[in-house]
């Protein structure tokens, strides 16, 4: 392998035990992460979880206690590398923190200034961006009276304007409407598409499984990491709930001589835990037909992310 | 054009105080105010049919002087304005995770909120001076003004006290979270300025070169230690943790 592809397989954000404490209080314990160049990491936890403190480090913002945490080919933490991470990441914190007084145009335009960006590429950055978002027309417009959902675009552009290699998003879509937040959930799609890493604090389940590749549940310390669906399995299987139209002891008998798991009855309903839906169910429904039984309907209900993530945060010591 | 990173937010932030009216016709206007103001005083009250009042000399110059206490006070609002702002649209920590240093925010604030004032009271005081010296040519038969204290003055007491105002404002500013608290923290820098020229009035320290020279190296004194202890609250990690 050369050198070059070595380095192309880096993963663009990983920690390692990464801890921060304020005075007494852990508010990330311990975090052990990787996040893959090109990928959207979702990072959900509830209120409190340590989300904004553990991308505050990583954007070199503020100080770890301990641990270690590498951002592109830098050190979290060196002195020499935080500006150099600083270059190369996009923030956007969860409050927009524009300049009310300042336009649209030059709220951008300040950035790129910031970024240190020619006269030239900030002219083509800023376009690009208005453009994009439906904002050119208000370019000139006091970024100050823009709704809630066009000062988030424009919070995001502006940690774009510098092409970064990786953005923070921290809660970009709370406190939208729908349709703002689908608005902005586009504008991540787009991003995404564009292969840029995207670390995305939120605590939007729904928003998580639609735009994330995989999902790391925090509360403190890291619950548990995987895709969407990992997730989902690894609480449970899926149940399957079956409706008769009367339960009697023979249908009750031949169903326990399939060894089920946690077959529960409910009236006239039985549920059922299954690993494999689509072998189980049909020896369960001739089973019951078997012993004389009539099958209303069979649904399966399989877990949800929401499952996994409130087990997971409730369950947390 | 600059590329240097301090004067390119010092624009920005002129920028945004341009768009204040209050804040600029207030840094503005005042010692253009002063200045008409204390022409007058000199033509009706040190200028006579008579000739000059006998004190004239401890008149013109403490009317110099107020130029000064205005220097003291005038940049800290700014400058209290300009970062209690940010906290308010909580715009610093998207401004903290760009590549610029703190000291280059710090410097690049400081700066907008130093020049605006000092240009002003340069321009309010050489109004005064001219009317002065136009009123009084004919009773001196000599120009009063430029003279070494009133250099002193506004050369060397009034720039070292704004940016000890400044200084002041950033350290204040991490404490308060609105803008008028800032402001009287400021209006406090009042007090030593007028305490050395009522003494002088009184007549228990006198009011030339030599005294102000003085009082100017205490300032500097005061300024270099106020420098350490801003630019160590003026941090990213103090800001994001630490400020109300
Ligand atoms: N500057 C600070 N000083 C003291 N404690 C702090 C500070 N910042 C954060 N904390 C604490 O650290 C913990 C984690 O906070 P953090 O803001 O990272 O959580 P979060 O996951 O972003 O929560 P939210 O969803 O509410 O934004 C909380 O208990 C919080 O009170
Ligand atoms: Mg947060």
């Given at each position: 392998m050369t050198e070059k592809e070595e380095e192309a397989r880096l993963d663009m954000i990983e920690t390692?035990?990464?801890?921060?404490?304020?005075?007494?209080?852990?508010?990330?314990?311990?975090?052990?992460?990787?996040?893959?160049?090109?990928?959207?990491?979702?990072?959900?936890?509830?209120?409190?979880?340590?989300?904004?403190?553990?991308?505050?480090?990583?954007?070199?913002?503020?100080?770890?206690?301990?641990?270690?945490?590498?951002?592109?080919?830098?050190?979290?933490?060196?002195?020499?590398?935080?500006?150099?991470?600083r270059r190369i990441v996009g923030f956007v914190p969860d409050n927009v923190g524009l300049y009310d007084s300042l336009t649209a145009y030059e709220n951008?335009?300040?950035?790129?200034?910031?970024?240190?960006?020619?006269?030239?590429?900030?002219?083509?950055?800023?376009?690009?961006?208005?453009?994009?978002?439906?904002?050119?027309?208000?370019?000139?417009?006091?970024?100050?009276?823009?709704?809630?959902?066009?000062?988030?675009?424009?919070?995001?552009?502006?940690?774009?304007?510098?092409?970064?290699?990786?953005?923070?998003?921290d809660e970009p879509t709370a406190n939208l409407d729908p349709e703002a937040s689908k608005g902005v959930r586009e504008f991540i799609l787009e991003l995404k598409r564009e292969k840029k890493t995207i670390f995305l604090n939120t605590h939007n389940l729904d928003e998580a499984e639609r735009v994330c590749d995989r999902i790391g549940i925090m509360n403190t310390k890291l619950m548990a990491v995987g895709t969407p669906e990992e997730l989902e399995r690894s609480v449970r299987g899926r149940r399957t709930e079956i409706q008769l139209r009367q339960v009697t002891d023979a249908i009750l008998d031949s169903l326990k001589k399939l060894k089920l798991r946690n077959l529960v009855r409910e009236g006239n309903?039985?549920?059922?835990?299954?690993?494999?839906?689509?072998?189980?169910?049909?020896?369960?429904?001739?089973?019951?037909?078997?012993?004389?039984?009539?099958?209303?309907?069979?649904?399966?209900?399989?877990?949800?992310?929401?499952?996994?993530?409130?087990?997971?945060?409730?369950?947390?010591? | 054009m600059s590329t240097w990173m301090p004067w390119k937010i010092a624009q920005k932030e002129m920028k945004v105080l341009r768009r204040k009216k209050s804040v600029i016709s207030y840094i503005i206007a005042l010692p253009l105010i002063l200045s008409v103001l204390f022409s007058l005083v000199v033509q009706n009250d040190i200028v006579s049919s008579s000739g000059l009042s006998p004190d004239y000399q401890l008149g013109l110059d403490s009317l110099t002087y107020f130029f000064v206490v205005f220097a003291a006070i005038l940049p800290a609002s700014i400058a209290a304005y300009s970062i209690v702002g940010e906290k308010i649209e909580k715009s610093l920590e998207p401004l903290l995770s760009?590549?610029?240093?703190?000291?280059?925010?710090?410097?690049?604030?400081?700066?907008?909120?130093?020049?605006?004032?000092?240009?002003?009271?340069?321009?309010?005081?050489?109004?005064?001076?001219?009317?002065t010296d136009y009123l009084t040519y004919g009773l001196l038969s000599h120009l009063y003004f430029p003279n070494l204290t009133s250099g002193v003055m506004l050369f060397l007491l009034a720039p070292l006290a704004g940016i000890f105002s400044v200084e002041l404002a950033v350290i204040v500013s991490s404490r308060v979270s609105d803008v008028r608290g800032a402001n009287q923290a400021g209006g406090l820098l009042f007090i030593p300025f007028m305490a050395v020229f009522l003494s002088a009035v009184e007549g228990t320290i006198p009011f030339d070169a030599e005294t102000l020279l003085i009082f100017s190296g205490i300032v500097l004194v005061a300024d270099v230690a106020l420098f350490f202890v801003s630019t160590s609250t003026f941090r990213r990690e103090e800001i994001l943790t630490k400020w109300k």
């Amino acid at each position: 392998m050369t050198e070059k592809e070595e380095e192309a397989r880096l993963d663009m954000i990983e920690t390692e035990n990464l801890t921060r404490k304020f005075g007494d209080l852990t508010a990330v314990d311990n975090l052990t992460l990787r996040v893959d160049e090109g990928e959207v990491f979702g990072f959900l936890g509830p209120n409190g979880a340590g989300k904004t403190t553990t991308v505050r480090m990583l954007c070199c913002l503020i100080s770890k206690t301990s641990g270690s945490a590498r951002v592109g080919e830098f050190d979290v933490g060196k002195e020499e590398d935080a500006l150099k991470i600083r270059r190369i990441v996009g923030f956007v914190p969860d409050n927009v923190g524009l300049y009310d007084s300042l336009t649209a145009y030059e709220n951008l335009d300040y950035y790129g200034t910031l970024y240190r960006r020619t006269d030239s590429q900030r002219k083509e950055s800023n376009e690009y961006f208005l453009k994009m978002l439906g904002l050119w027309e208000k370019r000139d417009t006091m970024a100050g009276t823009f709704s809630k959902g066009m000062k988030q675009k424009l919070a995001i552009a502006r940690a774009l304007v510098h092409d970064p290699e990786v953005i923070f998003m921290d809660e970009p879509t709370a406190n939208l409407d729908p349709e703002a937040s689908k608005g902005v959930r586009e504008f991540i799609l787009e991003l995404k598409r564009e292969k840029k890493t995207i670390f995305l604090n939120t605590h939007n389940l729904d928003e998580a499984e639609r735009v994330c590749d995989r999902i790391g549940i925090m509360n403190t310390k890291l619950m548990a990491v995987g895709t969407p669906e990992e997730l989902e399995r690894s609480v449970r299987g899926r149940r399957t709930e079956i409706q008769l139209r009367q339960v009697t002891d023979a249908i009750l008998d031949s169903l326990k001589k399939l060894k089920l798991r946690n077959l529960v009855r409910e009236g006239n309903k039985l549920t059922v835990d299954v690993v494999n839906p689509e072998e189980e169910n049909p020896d369960m429904v001739s089973a019951i037909v078997g012993a004389g039984g009539r099958v209303e309907s069979v649904t399966v209900a399989g877990s949800t992310l929401e499952d996994a993530y409130l087990k997971l945060v409730r369950d947390a010591p | 054009m600059s590329t240097w990173m301090p004067w390119k937010i010092a624009q920005k932030e002129m920028k945004v105080l341009r768009r204040k009216k209050s804040v600029i016709s207030y840094i503005i206007a005042l010692p253009l105010i002063l200045s008409v103001l204390f022409s007058l005083v000199v033509q009706n009250d040190i200028v006579s049919s008579s000739g000059l009042s006998p004190d004239y000399q401890l008149g013109l110059d403490s009317l110099t002087y107020f130029f000064v206490v205005f220097a003291a006070i005038l940049p800290a609002s700014i400058a209290a304005y300009s970062i209690v702002g940010e906290k308010i649209e909580k715009s610093l920590e998207p401004l903290l995770s760009t590549p610029t240093t703190d000291g280059e925010i710090l410097l690049g604030k400081s700066i907008a909120a130093f020049l605006p004032p000092m240009l002003a009271i340069w321009a309010g005081a050489s109004i005064y001076m001219a009317a002065t010296d136009y009123l009084t040519y004919g009773l001196l038969s000599h120009l009063y003004f430029p003279n070494l204290t009133s250099g002193v003055m506004l050369f060397l007491l009034a720039p070292l006290a704004g940016i000890f105002s400044v200084e002041l404002a950033v350290i204040v500013s991490s404490r308060v979270s609105d803008v008028r608290g800032a402001n009287q923290a400021g209006g406090l820098l009042f007090i030593p300025f007028m305490a050395v020229f009522l003494s002088a009035v009184e007549g228990t320290i006198p009011f030339d070169a030599e005294t102000l020279l003085i009082f100017s190296g205490i300032v500097l004194v005061a300024d270099v230690a106020l420098f350490f202890v801003s630019t160590s609250t003026f941090r990213r990690e103090e800001i994001l943790t630490k400020w109300k």
